[in-house]
């Protein structure tokens, strides 16, 4: 997972999933029986160990921390709320150009300890063949819950606002930058050796909207964590902005099943490792279908060094666990032969 992360040759193609303990696993559903979302992702030891459960199942070449991109809205002012489906809802959302003024810029991690304490304990419980993935939302998605006030399907709301009001974007948006890089190294501190940067809902924007309201914070971002520790920029949803994205910086482009991965790598370039990018619709077919769409994107790679298999976003909760640990299965087979 390191050296492909690093565009460096390997023997076999790693493999890791988004989402890998969430819903569909029993084991989790055990654990949510019993405390809720938040309280599970603030409890560290039980977060360590629903990620550990979930890569010791699925045999995956890496853990990603078990935690949620909104947490760093908390402690900048935003209260946050789980709804009974699951689904994230910020109570005091931004609509109004004073509501920027009280968001609190975060100037370290220590607020979100329990975070690192989960890092610690998630990378004490991994041997040392797999690296543990740290990760955080990026300024674009945060901002976008931030305006919202949770999931959106048109985005029309941060849309409005980043156009009516542009100093006032530029001044959240760096609010947010500046915290997050703050708490991205200090879960790298804590022991993560990858970052994920989660761009989810950057698609929603087009290419001029990206440049001008969205690529020099995040490209702050990427540029204030610690160098040397790779970093996956997962934007997925608008291909189109792939060269934009790629721009901005990361070590490992994300991308999703809206564009090919040898379509991907010509635009991303050969200097940079590629991620992904099977649709998680395809975990709930079967295991032929499943050999027959890994098998298609693995063919693409050609053999290319810097390639970590992926989904193109999150295991959904009705997927079979057999599913993905046939996936997994799968993609190891093929991938050292």
């Known amino acids: 997972m390191m050296q492909a992360a690093r565009g460096e040759p390997t023997t076999s193609v790693p493999i890791w999933l988004m989402r890998q303990a969430g819903r569909y696993m029993d084991e989790y559903q055990q654990v949510r029986s019993k405390v809720s979302f938040l309280e599970l992702c603030k409890r560290p030891e039980l977060a360590a160990e629903v990620m550990l459960t979930a890569v010791k199942r699925l045999g995956v070449d890496a853990a990603i921390l078990f935690s949620d991109i909104l947490l760093i809205l908390e402690p900048m002012g935003f209260q946050l709320e789980f709804t009974p489906d699951g689904g994230p809802k910020i109570v005091n959302p931004i609509r109004q150009p004073h509501d920027v003024d009280r968001v609190q810029e975060l100037s370290s991690a220590e607020p979100l300890h329990f975070v690192m304490d989960a890092v610690k304990y998630t990378r004490e419980g991994l041997d040392n063949t797999k690296p543990l993935i740290g990760f955080a939302g990026a300024p674009f998605t945060l901002a976008a819950y931030a305006v919202e006030g949770g999931g959106s399907r048109n985005f029309q709301q941060v849309k409005a606002f980043m156009n009516l009001y542009p100093e006032k974007w530029d001044e959240l948006m760096r609010k947010i930058a500046l915290s997050t890089a703050h708490y991205l190294n200090g879960q790298i501190e804590a022991g993560s050796q990858i970052i994920q940067i989660f761009d989810s809902w950057v698609g929603c924007i087009g290419e001029e909207d990206y440049q001008k309201y969205v690529f020099s914070h995040t490209k702050m971002l990427l540029d204030l964590i610690r160098p040397g520790t790779p970093i996956i920029h997962f934007a997925p949803g608008n291909p189109m902005l792939l060269p934009s994205v790629c721009e901005a910086g990361g070590n490992v482009i994300g991308i999703d099943w809206r564009i090919s991965i040898d379509r991907a790598w010509e635009i991303i370039g050969p200097s940079r490792a590629i991620q992904g990018n099977l649709d998680p619709a395809i975990l709930l077919?079967?295991?032929?279908?499943?050999?027959?769409?890994?098998?298609?994107?693995?063919?693409?790679?050609?053999?290319?060094?810097?390639?970590?298999?992926?989904?193109?976003?999150?295991?959904?909760?009705?997927?079979?666990?057999?599913?993905?640990?046939?996936?997994?299965?799968?993609?190891?087979?093929?991938?050292?032969?």
């Open 285 to 337: 077919t079967d295991r032929a279908t499943i050999r027959r769409c890994a098998q298609r994107i693995i063919n693409q790679v050609n053999r290319r060094s810097g390639f970590i298999f992926n989904l193109g976003h999150g295991i959904t909760p009705q997927v079979p666990v057999d599913h993905v640990i046939a996936l997994v299965d799968i993609v190891h087979e093929i991938g050292a032969a």
